[in-house]
């Protein structure tokens, strides 16, 4: 056992890092607690184990099985230390102690000296700050105070713009209302002309006036002034007349006196819709029956193929039509509904 721990440095170094220490150990506590019947065999198969799985997962208890593994070591690590430790040759002497407590001592002392200037140096560095933030401060303390004072003044200042405002907006609704005054009293005479107009022509349209009133007696007859206006109204109205829709509609565009001749009842008791017959619509129908329901008489359709069922619907809810109907070109699809509510009609 000796020899080992005088044997040379590369012969120990070798020793130590192939792990032969843990090795050994290994094996003896494999053979002391599983005592097989032959040793060499268990041994060599241990071996190989090794070499196949290498050093990495070696320890004391590899070789034992599960059940069989002790709490405590079967060898001890301080004897294998003793095999392979350092020698007593090898060991400090007093001169080398004596240096390792100097270079400690001297290593304690520069680090207590640069703990001082540390914290020499934060203190500084505090007292430093402290100003900073005093000076902060007080500059936020005149900052807010003079912020105080301008909010303050601020306030005044909108507090007047508010009062001029309002006596602004007082005097500017004073002199509205006594404008729209006037406006409304100027307006007021106006309208009492326009309504007294209004209601002659709408008495006109609605058929209260008689027919043989004169036109220049209305409140407009200024407008009249022409060559047909100024006739008798019967001959005006028989006139008119002989005149188709398309004509009869341009008329009323003319002025409005004869806007007012195209409106009487007795030219529309029969309305003719073959000379427009390429130009109207469902449309158009429709409007000129809900406008002339209570003098419609007699209606000519005929070659009106372009009209569809809302022309003909139209045509079945005006309970009003006493006459007979001009069917010739129409659709015959469509008549049922009329047929439906005008059963006592004729169609020629």
Same mark, same amino acid.
């Given at each position: 056992?000796?020899? #080992?721990? +005088?044997? &040379?440095?590369?012969?120990?170094?070798y020793? +130590?890092?192939?792990?032969?220490?843990?090795?050994?150990e290994?094996?003896?506590?494999?053979? !002391?607690?599983?005592?097989?019947? *032959?040793?060499?065999?268990?041994l &060599? %198969?241990?071996i190989? /184990?090794?070499?196949?799985?290498g #050093?990495?997962?070696?320890?004391?208890?590899?070789?034992?099985?599960?059940?069989?593994?002790?709490?405590? %070591?079967?060898?001890?690590?301080?004897?294998?230390? =003793?095999? !392979? $430790?350092p020698?007593?040759?090898?060991?400090?002497?007093?001169?080398?102690?004596?240096k390792?407590y @100097?270079?400690?001592?001297?290593?304690?002392?520069?680090?207590?000296? &640069?703990?001082?200037?540390?914290?020499?140096?934060?203190?500084?560095?505090?007292?430093?700050? =402290?100003?900073?933030?005093?000076?902060?401060a007080?500059?936020h !303390?005149?900052?807010r105070k003079?912020? @105080?004072?301008?909010?303050?003044?601020?306030?005044?200042?909108?507090f007047?713009?508010?009062?001029?405002?309002?006596?602004?907006? %007082?005097?500017?609704?004073?002199?509205?209302?006594?404008?729209?005054?006037?406006?409304?009293?100027?307006?007021?005479?106006?309208?009492?002309?326009?309504? %007294?107009?209004?209601?002659?022509?709408?008495?006109? /349209?609605?058929?209260?006036?008689?027919?043989?009133? *004169?036109?220049?007696?209305?409140?407009?007859?200024?407008?009249?002034?022409?060559?047909?206006?100024?006739?008798?109204?019967?001959?005006?109205?028989?006139?008119?007349?002989?005149?188709?829709?398309? *004509?009869?509609?341009?008329?009323s565009?003319?002025?409005?006196?004869?806007?007012?001749?195209?409106?009487?009842?007795?030219?529309?008791?029969?309305?003719? !819709? @073959?000379?427009?017959?390429?130009?109207?619509?469902?449309?158009?129908?429709?409007?000129?029956?809900?406008?002339?329901?209570?003098?419609?008489?007699?209606?000519?359709?005929?070659?009106?193929?372009?009209?569809?069922?809302?022309?003909?619907?139209?045509?079945?809810? /005006?309970?009003?039509?006493?006459?007979?109907?001009?069917?010739? $070109?129409?659709?015959?699809?469509?008549?049922?509904?009329i047929?439906?509510?005008?059963?006592?009609?004729?169609?020629?």
């Amino acid at each position: 056992m000796s020899s #080992l721990r +005088q044997a &040379e440095a590369p012969l120990r170094q070798y020793i +130590q890092q192939h792990a032969l220490p843990e090795i050994y150990e290994a094996l003896l506590c494999g053979l !002391f607690v599983m005592c097989p019947e *032959d040793p060499l065999t268990f041994l &060599e %198969k241990k071996i190989r /184990e090794i070499i196949a799985n290498g #050093l990495g997962s070696i320890s004391w208890d590899a070789f034992v099985d599960e059940s069989q593994r002790p709490k405590l %070591k079967m060898v001890t690590e301080s004897y294998l230390e =003793y095999l !392979f $430790g350092p020698d007593e040759g090898q060991l400090l002497s007093p001169e080398l102690f004596d240096k390792a407590y @100097t270079f400690y001592s001297n290593n304690l002392q520069k680090m207590c000296f &640069e703990a001082w200037l540390r914290y020499r140096f934060l203190r500084k560095t505090c007292r430093a700050e =402290y100003q900073r933030k005093m000076q902060r401060a007080e500059h936020h !303390f005149c900052t807010r105070k003079l912020k @105080t004072i301008l909010h303050s003044w601020n306030n005044w200042v909108h507090f007047r713009k508010r009062q001029h405002t309002l006596a602004a907006m %007082k005097i500017q609704k004073a002199f509205n209302e006594a404008l729209l005054k006037r406006i409304l009293k100027a307006w007021h005479v106006d309208a009492q002309d326009s309504k %007294k107009t209004r209601e002659y022509f709408e008495r006109l /349209e609605r058929g209260e006036l008689e027919d043989g009133t *004169d036109l220049s007696s209305s409140p407009n007859s200024q407008e009249g002034q022409d060559g047909v206006s100024l006739l008798p109204q019967k001959a005006v109205l028989r006139i008119f007349s002989f005149v188709d829709l398309i *004509d009869l509609a341009r008329c009323s565009q003319v002025c409005r006196s004869w806007k007012m001749i195209t409106q009487t009842s007795s030219l529309w008791s029969s309305i003719d !819709f @073959t000379a427009a017959r390429h130009k109207i619509n469902d449309k158009i129908v429709v409007n000129l029956l809900q406008k002339c329901r209570p003098y419609v008489i007699r209606l000519n359709l005929r070659g009106c193929s372009v009209l569809r069922w809302a022309s003909f619907k139209s045509i079945s809810l /005006e309970h009003y039509v006493k006459g007979n109907f001009c069917m010739d $070109g129409v659709r015959w699809r469509t008549l049922p509904v009329i047929y439906d509510k005008k059963a006592d009609m004729s169609y020629w």
